[in-house]
């Protein structure tokens, strides 16, 4: 069994590229030196099987075991960086204005490329780890995840459980929080459309102001939540933008609304889309206007299966200890594309701590480069025990 200590060295090499990456975030599916820089890693670490291009800059290498034949274990790390100016002041800053790695991603890359590096000279495991590499996390529909399943990856390389990690702020350093089930939410997103008559600000009467109406139905959908859902169940329903007339002194003819949905269950957001509709429109006939309605699911909940949680926690608690996983950790709203991966197969998402630094996707977040020693190790012992000889 490994002590943490053992992957020391590994880590020390993993800080080098995580702080290269960090200092050339690439976005979205732009990730061409980002997507060269871990092929020429994974081959320089002896892995043959490297297949690139998938998704346009996804990647998936596989790593045969020497203990014989057995399953496929996927392992995912997602590449890309957000449009964010970094502030966090360090030595390795982002050198590419108006790009930051604030997601932790280009730790994700480093730690998977670390346990790769291990695992492809140790080989101490029967069957296959694939090393599953995602372009455009951080992306609208269609991101990396979901197109790295639509296009085949699960049966074209055998995949029968897949496994994600994420670095999460306020979980001290070397410790790990997981739960069975839902992890993180679902994000549906919506726009409504509100449709009255313009006109001249001066002569509101002969218009349907759009505005007024707007405003009426913002403060409507407020209700859903607090009076239509059942308060043991999470619902969240933001409204994000708004548009209307760009003068001071001409209603327009419409306005539009937007906003995000996040929820824990497909019936609520089944409730959701049909209760915002009908909140809308009902609001909007009575004042004589009209409503047109767009609701789109953009991420599906990520879902924890019970049997590969079970190994996860045993995995980490292997690797740190059994007071490092916390296996109730508290479900959070915001959403993840893995949550496509967990519903093509079985699988476990765990958060690895960051200690008490500055919120993911905050212009002074900042990786805690030590985490890279518990991630490495995890992804090491996930599978030295799930695949054991
Ligand atoms: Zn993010
Ligand atoms: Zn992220």
Redesign the pocket.
């Known amino acids: 069994m490994h002590n943490v200590e053992a992957f020391r060295d590994l880590q020390r090499e993993a800080t080098r590229w995580r702080r290269y990456l960090h200092e050339n975030p690439e976005l979205d599916y732009r990730l061409h030196n980002t997507a060269r820089f871990v092929t020429e890693k994974l081959a320089s670490f002896g892995i043959n099987h490297i297949e690139t291009g998938i998704a346009e800059t996804g990647i998936v290498a596989l790593i045969q075991g020497e203990g014989g034949d057995g399953p496929t274990i996927g392992l995912r790390a ?1 590449m890309d960086a957000l449009p964010i100016v970094e502030a966090s002041n360090k030595p390795w800053s982002s050198k590419i204005p108006g790009n930051m790695h604030a ?3 280009d730790g994700h890359t480093a730690m998977l490329l670390g346990a790769a590096k291990h695992l492809a000279a140790t080989r101490n495991f029967k069957g296959t780890v694939a090393l599953i590499f995602q372009p455009a ?1 951080e992306v609208e529909l269609p991101s990396g995840a979901l197109r790295m399943v639509q296009e085949g990856i699960m049966d074209r390389f055998g995949i029968s459980q897949v496994f994600g990690m ?1 670095i999460q702020p306020g979980i001290e350093v070397g410790k790990f929080g997981i739960c069975p089930g839902p992890i993180m939410g679902s994000q549906d997103d919506f726009d409504i459309v509100v449709k009255g008559k313009g006109g001249h600000a001066a002569d509101p009467h002969r218009t349907i102001d759009p505005v007024v109406i707007a405003a009426q139905i913002i403060l409507g959908l407020q209700t859903l939540v607090s009076r239509k859902t059942d308060p043991l169940q999470s619902l969240v329903i933001s409204v994000t933008k708004l548009n209307a007339a760009q003068a001071y002194n001409i209603i327009p003819d419409h306005v539009e609304i937007s906003g995000t949905v996040r929820t824990l269950s497909s019936g609520l957001q089944d409730f959701a889309e049909r209760e915002i509709f009908s909140a809308a429109e009902g609001i909007a006939r009575g004042f004589g206007a009209d409503v047109e309605f767009r609701y789109l699911r953009s991420v599906p909940g990520t879902f924890n299966h019970s049997e590969e949680t079970k190994l996860a926690v045993t995995a980490a608690r292997n690797l740190a200890g059994p007071a490092s996983v916390n296996d109730a950790v508290q479900v959070c709203m915001g959403a993840e594309d893995f949550g496509y991966m967990l519903e093509a197969r079985p699988g476990a998402y765990i958060l690895l701590g960051n200690g008490p630094t500055a919120e ?1 996707h905050s212009p002074a977040f900042d990786f805690n480069d030590e985490a890279l020693l518990y991630g490495i190790g995890y992804w090491v012992k996930l599978i030295e025990t799930a695949l054991t000889g």
């Open positions: 997602d997601c932790g991603h996390e994420h993911c």
